[in-house]
T-cell receptor
Framework: KNEVEQSPQNLTAQEGEFITINCSYSVGISALHWLQQHPGGGIVSLFMLSSGKKKHGRLIATINIQEKHSSLHITASHPRDSAVYICAVDRGATNKLIFGTGTLLAVQP | GAVVSQHPSWVICKSGTSVKIECRSLDFQATTMFWYRQFPKQSLMLMATSNEGSKATYEQGVEKDKFLINHASLTLSTLTVTSAHPEDSSFYIC??????????????FGDGTRLSIL
């Protein structure tokens, strides 16, 4: 079993829909990252969080440390949101990230 | 926000050639840099961690003589794929992390280098 599990693996949505991507992990962490990877390959760090909730524009990330679970929400989705979204956890001691397998999101106009 | 520049973005070369990839932090001091490899439709795989001024720490299974990493300054790390072969073809991504302000800092990623060995 992977230490970081994401669901769903693939997600197709219509423009304007509210989207949720989930991440569960089984190890102790110091922080959790949500990353966005576009088809060209470049990675953008969306959030780093260790508790509670963060919001940036149409993106919201939440984390429940007790339940070892995080969610990434996209409100009013747009085709430009189409990308792979990756959850990664930081174990802290070495700052190595453990990555989930990613969620491929396609938002159709 | 913090910017990491990776160069080149795309390389095609003949088998046996050595290829150098640069990773620069443009507006912060990167005390730690990470090099990742990504195969198609797979997640990132950490190859090595480098701290400025010291030898890189390689992950199990990564040949340090094959993948030479230099982190000579707080803004530059390089990965050299020596005597590259077709099986080295992959997408290589670096990330950089500073230590200011003190505390857990995020990693900032480069745009990646797509390496194709013929």
């Amino acid at each position: 079993k992977n230490e970081v599990e994401q669901s769903p693996q693939n997600l197709t949505a219509q423009e304007g829909e509210f989207i949720t991507i989930n991440c569960s992990y089984s190890v102790g962490i110091s922080a959790l990252h949500w990353l966005q990877q576009h088809p060209g390959g470049g990675i953008v760090s969306l959030f780093m969080l260790s508790s509670g909730k963060k919001k940036h524009g149409r993106l919201i990330a939440t984390i429940n440390i007790q339940e070892k679970h995080s969610s990434l929400h996209i409100t009013a989705s747009h085709p430009r949101d189409s990308a792979v979204y990756i959850c990664a956890v930081d174990r802290g001691a070495t700052n190595k990230l453990i990555f989930g397998t990613g969620t491929l999101l396609a938002v159709q106009p | 926000g913090a910017v990491v520049s990776q160069h080149p973005s795309w390389v095609i070369c003949k088998s046996g050639t050595s290829v150098k990839i640069e990773c620069r932090s443009l507006d912060f001091q990167a005390t730690t840099m990470f090099w990742y490899r990504q195969f198609p439709k797979q997640s990132l795989m950490l190859m090595a961690t480098s701290n400025e001024g010291s030898k890189a720490t390689y992950e199990q299974g990564v040949e340090k003589d094959k993948f030479l990493i230099n982190h000579a300054s707080l803004t530059l790390s390089t990965l050299t794929v020596t005597s590259a072969h077709p099986e080295d073809s992959s997408f290589y991504i670096c990330s950089a992390r500073g230590d200011r302000p003190i505390g857990n800092q995020p990693q900032h990623f480069g745009d990646g280098t797509r390496l194709s060995i013929l």
